[in-house]
């Protein structure tokens, strides 16, 4: 399924948690994405990384934090200054760093705030 | 930015009959525009994308168009089944602009 993968497949947070999504790919793909998903909705960018130790907030970062330190791993911290986290959180990556790339998605974390 | 507008939300049609769907966009720079299809709780699987350089793109029974004048772009499937009902997601991005997504349509057909 494209060599993208996201884990927990299903995650779920108390009130005031942080918690980390992974997002690993073994396609030696340059670009990384995070996008969140609520229900009904198309899906919103959240942070990007277009190489190794940096990234780019996206249109809804506030709450949220990253990190790239290698090729392959993009994880994704929810922090508890996020208000509304419940929502399916879709990582995903293209061959280059530039953008009319083709994106392949991971299979998605499902995140749920008890 | 680039800014994406999807339509219509909801679709149902017949069996055997054709679906369109319809996206446009703001940026006239944007240069890639691809087709995603998501079935429930999986990830968006690319169906069809086409870039500006082409007006239209064939696939099997599913097609899309491209008005750059117009700035819009159309997904269109004939002959649907019900294994075709999912929700569908236009996309468009350019070389120096990240990819933005349409809300969605959600297609559903009937046996």
């Known amino acids: 399924d494209g060599g993208i993968t996201q884990s927990p497949k299903y995650l779920f947070r108390k009130e005031g948690q942080n918690v980390t999504l992974s997002c690993e790919q073994n396609l030696n793909h340059d670009a990384m994405y995070w996008y969140r998903q609520d229900p009904g909705q198309g899906l919103r960018l959240i942070y990007y990384?277009?190489?190794?130790?940096?990234?780019q907030k996206g249109d809804i970062a506030e709450g949220y934090s990253v990190s790239r330190e290698k090729k392959e791993s993009f994880p994704l911290t929810v922090t508890s200054a996020q208000k509304n986290p419940t929502a399916f959180y879709l990582c995903a990556s293209t061959p280059s760093s530039l953008g009319s790339d083709t994106q392949y998605f991971g299979p998605g974390t499902r995140l749920t705030v008890l | 930015g680039e800014n994406v507008e999807q339509h219509p939300s909801t679709l149902s049609v017949q069996e055997g009959d054709s679906a369109v769907i319809k996206c446009t966009y703001s940026d006239s720079a944007s240069n890639y525009f691809p087709w995603y299809k998501q079935e429930l709780g999986k990830r968006p699987q690319l169906i069809i994308d086409i870039r500006s350089n082409v007006g239209e793109k064939k696939d099997q029974r599913i097609a899309v168009t491209l008005n750059k004048t117009a700035k819009h772009f159309s997904l269109h499937i004939t002959e649907t089944q019900p294994e075709d009902s999912a929700v569908y997601f236009c996309a468009a991005s350019s070389l120096i602009e990240d990819m933005r997504f349409g809300a969605g349509t959600r297609l559903t057909v009937k046996p």
């Open positions: 990384s277009q190489i190794v130790n940096d990234f």
